[in-house]
């Protein structure tokens, strides 16, 4: 069974910085792209980051500059380093990736997993 395990979160003061790490576990064949999501009290969830299997990385506005997703194909993880965090950065940040458990006739099947989150709290 295939699993995303984030963490990492915790209080921070505005300005200060913290370091996500999502691990995936279990059997698969391979990982593809992987994301940061967060979602904050009353607010849509959304895509803070992604990662290309080749390395391509991708970034919400609101983050470019301060964050930068980062991953290690050998262990299988992923990492997402947050600088210059401000209150409206605070969420449940969480791991998304499409993973491949098996095959679509002659190509791999890619299905989404989830991670369970881990909460990021800015404030003073």
């Known amino acids: 069974q295939v699993q995303l395990v984030e963490s990492g979160g915790g209080l921070v003061h505005p300005g200060g910085s913290l370091r996500l790490s999502c691990a995936a576990s279990?059997?698969?064949?391979?990982?593809?792209?992987m994301y940061w999501y967060r979602q904050s009290p009353g607010k849509q969830r959304e895509q803070v980051a992604l990662?290309?299997?080749?390395?391509?990385?991708i970034y919400a506005d609101s983050v470019k500059g301060r964050f930068t997703i980062s991953r290690d194909s050998a262990k299988k993880t992923m990492s997402l380093q947050m600088n210059s965090l401000k209150p409206e950065d605070t969420a449940v940040y969480y791991c998304?990736?499409?993973?491949?458990?098996?095959?679509?006739?002659?190509?791999?099947?890619?299905?989404?997993?989830w991670g369970q989150g881990t909460l990021v709290t800015v404030s003073s």
């Open positions: 990662i290309t299997a080749g390395g391509i990385t």
């Open positions: 998304n990736a499409e993973i491949a458990t098996g095959w679509a006739g002659a190509g791999l099947d890619y299905k989404e997993y």
């Open positions: 279990g059997t698969f064949f391979a990982i593809n792209t």
